[in-house]
């Protein structure tokens, strides 16, 4: 009879036990895991920039002569008409002799500078300009005035004697002037300027439209003598009641600069005026050449300006909330990359507007929280870079959809 080995119910339970725990160990060891398990960042795609549009500046030239005109700080906004060569510029040379001069003996805003002593030599002057029917002022013997009293009356007045006077108290003599104008045109690029003496009653002192711009660009620049081309009338010892020969200023925001007067030359001016555009002051420069009269010349002058400030235009970058980007995760969650705020410049003319976005790598996030930049560039105009943020909060899924979706956002 054979014999029956019974096992304990222990030793059967065993094995069932061990697997029973390997699977709540290994089921456990899933959802640690796939809760635990970090997420990639999101996909990010930026979306097409639809750039602003702006218009071809229409200017209203006159139709003889020679014309320029530009925005200052918008460089391509340079637009000239008539002919490029050099003509006479009359008058328009007492602004050279004005910038030489202060070369030579700078002057501070606010002070006088030394003074001057007209001399016989000088004072002889009056007669030579005045036999060829010049613009001249009275100078009586002895006369004493400061630097900036004497440029008060060769620039507002135009006065040929005065000029004269200057260059030679600053230089010497008349050559010695003649000299010093040369190299200071060599220094600032003036290459289509030629200056054979101080007054402008040599026809052949000579300019193009377009430099004249640049030349009417350094004498803003200088405080000294925008502040004395933008006086209208001022009384001076010895010379009298003076009042600025540029009859524009003051109209239409023009704020000088000079006159200029020559059976050669025609009637001239190289003129500027200011504009608030856009929250900010504007200044537009330009030259007018060889017009009959003063008259119909500041009309063409005031027409002209008015079709350039008319071009300045204020172009939206972007909106505040435009978006810029997309940012996509494992679970179907989207959030757009938006502008933070608005942003705007001030252009002229025609201008061409590019974007790039740039996203940084994220998996979740805040609303309004930074996650890239979107820089502009723009005609004329410095780039202009503004932050992108999320529109609405990126969360995390939870842990049911980690453990349902295992391993997907890795």
């Known amino acids: 009879m054979s014999r029956v080995v019974r096992r304990p119910r222990s030793a059967v339970r065993r094995p069932v036990t061990i697997s029973v725990v390997a699977v709540l160990v290994l089921a456990v060891g899933y959802l ?14 930026t979306t097409t ?16 002569g020679a014309t320029a005109v530009e925005a200052t700080d918008f460089p391509d906004s340079l637009r000239t008409s008539g002919d490029a060569k050099p003509r006479s510029i009359a008058s328009i040379s007492k602004v050279v002799t004005a910038l030489v001069v202060l070369d030579e003996k700078p002057l501070q805003p606010g002070q006088t500078g030394p003074t001057i002593t007209f001399s016989p030599g000088m004072q ?76 402008g009653l040599d026809a052949d002192n000579k300019s193009t439209a377009t430099d004249l711009v640049e030349l009417g660009q350094l004498a803003l620049a200088n405080p000294v003598v925008k502040e004395v081309v933008g006086t209208k009338k001022v009384t001076v010892p010895g010379a009298g009641e003076i009042e600025n020969s540029n009859k524009l200023l003051g109209l239409d925001g023009v704020e000088g600069i000079k006159t200029g007067t020559l059976d050669e030359a025609g009637a001239c001016l190289l003129f500027a005026a ?64 938006v502008s933070k705020s608005a942003s705007e410049v001030l252009v002229w003319g025609k201008t061409t507007v590019s974007a790039k976005a740039k996203l940084d790598r994220i998996t979740l996030g805040t609303k309004g929280e930074r996650v890239g930049r979107v820089r502009f560039t723009i005609t004329d105009h410095d780039p202009v870079t503004v932050p992108l943020v999320l529109e609405r909060p990126i969360e995390d899924p939870g842990i049911w959809w980690r453990w349902t979706n295992p391993f997907q956002g890795a």
């Not at 549009?53 to 139709?63: A, N, Y």
């Not at 002037?177 to 220094?187: I, M, Q, S, V």
């Not at 009309?299 to 810029?324: E, K, M, P, W, Y």
């Open 49 to 64: 920039y639809a750039a602003p549009t702006s218009t071809v500046p229409d200017l209203t030239f006159p139709g003889y």
């Open 274 to 337: 200011t504009y608030e555009r856009g929250g900010k002051d504007v200044t537009v420069v330009g030259a007018m050449l060889g017009g009959v009269d003063h008259d119909s010349l500041d009309d063409d002058v005031q027409r002209l300006l008015r079709s350039v400030a008319d071009n300045f235009q204020v172009i939206t970058l972007a909106h505040a909330g435009q978006t810029f980007g997309t940012f996509s995760t494992p679970w179907q969650d989207e959030a757009d990359a």
């Open 124 to 199: 002889a002057l009056y007669a030579k300009y005045l036999a060829v029917n010049g613009e001249v002022a009275p100078m009586p013997a002895g006369l004493k005035l400061s630097e900036y009293q004497t440029l008060q009356v060769m620039l507002m007045k135009s006065a040929n004697n005065y000029a004269g006077s200057l260059a030679i108290w600053a230089f010497g003599s008349m050559n010695a002037y003649e000299k010093a104008a040369g190299r200071w045109l060599d220094a600032h690029g003036l290459d289509d300027t030629t200056i054979e003496e101080p007054t």
């Open 32 to 45: 640690v895991a796939a809760a635990a398990v970090p997420f990639a960042p999101a996909s990010a795609s």
